[in-house]
Structures are given as C-alpha cells and as structure tokens.
C-alpha cells in the first residue's frame, strides 16, 4: 500500500486555468503537507494542517488555497494558473501531536506545467 | 529562526570511494536534523534523523551521519559509493514551533562515476 499518494502524476495546462491536486495518506498521521519544488529542486513549505486546522500558512499567493476534508486528506487548488507555478508540488505527512520527532514521508510528486 | 546550508551543490565521487556531503545549521532551539534522498522523477526519502539520543546515526542503504553541535554540523557519509547513490540529497532541520515545519537546505546532487 502506498503511504502518501498523490493524484495526478502530471499536470499540463493552460494559463489562467484553476486545478486541484489531491493528496491522500493512510499511515494515520494528524498533519500534512504541502511543498513546492522549482526549478532549482529547491523545497519551500507552503501549508500544513493538523487535524483539519490550518497551522502553517507561508507567503503564498492567494490563488492557492489548500482544503483538507479530514485528517487524511488534503488537496491542493490553484485559481488562474501563472507560468511561475509550473513547478514539482509534493505532499507529506508527519505525526506531530505526540511529540514525535517530526519526520515527514512524502508523495510521489505533482509535475505542474503551465503553458 | 531556523535554516540549513549544504556546502557543494554538485559533488562528485568515483564508485567506491567515500561520500561525504556537508550540512550546517542554525537552530536557536535543540534540533531534530534529518536526510533525505530524492530519485530521479520520484519524491523524497528519509535517509535518517537526528532526534537527540546518539549523535552518531546510521541509516538506510550504508549511510551514516554525526551531528556535532560545537560545530552545528550533520554531514552524511558513506564509506563506498554505488552508482545507486546518485540522487539528490536534502538536509532538513525541524522548526522551533510544534508544527513540525522542515526547513530544507538546498540541495547536493551526488554524481557517481564507474
């Protein structure tokens, strides 16, 4: 079974559309994840939920909004698509509440291409 | 505020010689530290973690790291390259807050020639 997956693997689209990008996790986690790769494979957080709460909220444009229906979901929406969005977007998951120790197990990935 | 430096963005070894990549930190708080190791076209894995017990810490696949907080360091060794290793290799410290926040380093892509 997969730990985190990701829907969809790739992701071709045109400027100014909105796309969603899902996220799944079935290791019973209270917190997920969402980052950005660029170009560069530099990794920047953008948002984590803990239990369905948003937690973390870095400066991310507001085209992006992240739900998270339950605690093993969340999904990614991106209104009117920007060619600076085309980057790799990975989802992960940790168990923060238990005083863990904070490690993440990521997803596959979502290749975002803006054309 | 919490951030990670890997000295050498591309380091390239011969198969079988030693890998070492380097990673500082700076961290106000003790620090969880971690590697991962990213694949081609694939997401990250946890290499291995520092969660304050041994400062010496091995992990999958051969690799070991040592963290050393005289000289805020976590470098990640392995005594004999494959030509497997080659990937990209994350350094992450975790945030101060209790979110479980990462914050990664840049990067070192390991080369490895036969």
């Known amino acids: 079974d997969t730990a985190v997956s990701q829907t969809p693997k790739y992701l071709v689209t045109q400027m100014g559309n909105d796309k969603s990008i899902k996220c799944e996790q079935n290791?019973?986690?209270?917190?997920m994840y969402w980052y950005k790769q660029d170009s560069k494979k530099f990794l920047k957080i953008m948002f984590s939920y803990n239990n369905k709460e948003l937690i973390i909220n870095e400066t991310v444009p507001n085209r992006f909004s992240p739900k998270s229906p339950d605690k093993a979901h969340l999904n990614l929406h991106i209104n009117s698509l920007e060619l600076g969005d085309s980057a790799v977007y990975f989802c992960?998951?940790?168990?923060?509440?238990?005083?863990?120790?904070?490690?993440?197990?990521f997803g596959p990935g979502t290749r975002l291409t803006v054309t | 505020a919490q951030s990670v430096t890997q000295l050498g963005s591309h380091v390239s070894v011969s198969e079988g010689a030693l890998v070492l990549l380097r990673c500082n930190y700076s961290?106000?708080?003790?620090?969880?530290l971690f590697w991962y190791v990213q694949y081609p076209n694939q997401g990250l894995q946890l290499l291995l973690k520092y969660t304050s017990a041994a400062t010496l810490v091995k992990g999958i696949n051969g690799f070991e790291a040592e963290f050393k907080k005289s000289e805020t360091s976590f470098h990640l060794t392995k005594p004999s390259a494959h030509m497997s290793d080659a990937a990209e290799y994350f350094c992450?410290?975790?945030?101060?807050?209790?979110?479980?926040?990462?914050?990664f380093g840049q990067g070192t892509t390991l080369q490895v020639k036969p």
């Open positions: 290791l019973g986690h209270d917190t």
């Open positions: 992960a998951s940790s168990q923060v509440s238990s005083g863990a120790n904070y490690e993440q197990y």
């Open positions: 961290s106000s708080v003790p620090p969880y």
């Open positions: 992450a410290v975790s945030g101060s807050s209790n979110t479980g926040k990462l914050i």
